[in-house]
């Protein structure tokens, strides 16, 4: 029973970080890595605190400059997409030039790395290629009734890879930007429905 209770009260120590052997363990271990790391741990936090706000002032700008039209309020959803994946490109590599990461090493390799996803990554690439080309060639804009892929609704947003359409019942589709062929765009044009009336002779 003594020997149990030894055993119980070492592991506690243990876990606890009061052992008598000089070496850092337990929550005591936890605590100097913290400490030892508080400059990295706060800047990332700064660093994503500072991100948020700068997105949420972004996007603010941007409503208000493109809410005034279609065509605005698509453009905006556009650069809306573009600078929050910027954002995020950009705070990585802040965080990780906090914690000691060679940033420089990693920049150098963009060069390799944009042909790796250049041949890897195709789809993503036509998926932006082709939200480019559905801003700059007025396919749809924000607000429009479409009909792609046999599925109507109302154009909620135009990103770098996807479109989202939300239909009459709230249903919200996502389609990748390459995938669209072709589109019908109902909103243009005063539309015509033809109306057959059976008039009896009396």
């Known amino acids: 029973l003594q020997l149990e209770l030894a055993n119980k009260e070492e592991i506690s120590d243990e876990i606890s970080g009061a052992v ?9 271990a ?3 890595a913290i400490v030892a790391r508080k400059g990295a741990i706060f800047g990332t936090l700064i660093a994503i605190f500072v991100a948020m706000i700068i997105k949420l002032l972004l996007d603010l700008i941007v409503n208000l400059l493109s809410h005034r039209s279609k065509r605005g309020r698509t453009v905006g959803s556009l650069i809306k997409s573009l600078f929050k994946y910027l954002i995020v490109i950009i705070t990585i590599g802040i965080i990780l030039s906090l914690w000691g990461v060679n940033v420089t090493g990693i920049v150098a390799g963009i060069g390799i790395l944009t042909l790796i996803i250049g041949l890897g990554c195709q789809s993503l690439v036509n ?3 082709s939200g480019i080309f559905i801003v700059t060639d007025s396919y749809f804009e924000v607000g429009d009734v479409v009909i792609i892929d046999g599925f109507r609704g109302t154009v909620v947003s135009v990103g770098l890879r996807t479109t989202k359409i939300r239909d009459w019942c709230n249903n919200i589709k996502s389609i990748a930007n390459s995938s669209i062929q072709s589109v019908v765009n109902v909103s243009r044009y005063m539309s015509m429905a033809q109306v057959n009336i059976v008039i009896p002779f009396n």
């Open 127 to 129: 998926d932006i290629v």
């Open 20 to 28: 008598k052997t000089g070496v850092d363990n337990g929550f005591v």
């Open 30 to 32: 936890l605590w100097n």
